[in-house]
């Protein structure tokens, strides 16, 4: 029996890529790990778009620069924004942030976890706790251009 389960889950993943359907952790045990590449073959975007979590669940999101090319033109970064944020925005006013990781300061407060810049088979981590409120929260790539190519995802937090 557990053997078709497996193998229905790998129909359901090859039928729905770039969606996240491993199980949630217990909540009273470790968190629930999700495993996000960056950069594959050097393109613009997430390997993972949609992540759906249980309002506060807690998850351990790990990011992989899998891109061959320099930090200073292909680095990535990953941030969580709260529900409503307009990503592209977010983006576009962090451009001139280098200095921040291309997180802009005067809206830190819409950021509910991030990794920093990673640079080519880089890997970064960051555990935090979903948001209570049901509701899409987007995610995105904030070095300069990347959010605009596609670079960007919804983790849907659903009772």
Do not use: Q
């Not at 351990?60 to 409503?84: F, S």
């Not at 991030?114 to 948001?131: C, D, W």
């Amino acid at each position: 029996m557990k053997f078709k389960f497996n193998a229905l889950l790998l129909l359901v993943a090859a039928v729905f890529p770039g969606t996240s359907f491993l199980p949630a952790a217990d909540s009273a045990g470790a968190p629930r790990i999700v495993k996000i590449r960056a950069g594959v073959d050097n393109v613009m975007k997430f390997d993972v778009a949609n992540i759906v979590a249980a309002p506060g669940e807690t998850i351990k999101l790990v990011l992989t620069n899998a891109t061959t090319l320099p930090k200073e033109v292909m680095g990535h970064n990953w941030a969580l924004l709260t529900a409503g944020t307009d990503p592209v925005a977010f983006a576009a006013a962090g451009a001139p942030e280098a200095a921040n990781g291309y997180i802009p300061a005067k809206m830190k407060d819409k950021v509910i976890a991030n990794i920093g810049l990673l640079g080519p088979n880089e890997v970064g981590e960051v555990t935090f706790k979903a948001p209570a409120a049901p509701g899409d929260y987007p995610f995105l790539c904030s070095f300069p251009g990347h959010c605009l190519t596609g670079m960007k995802g919804v983790l849907s937090v659903k009772k």
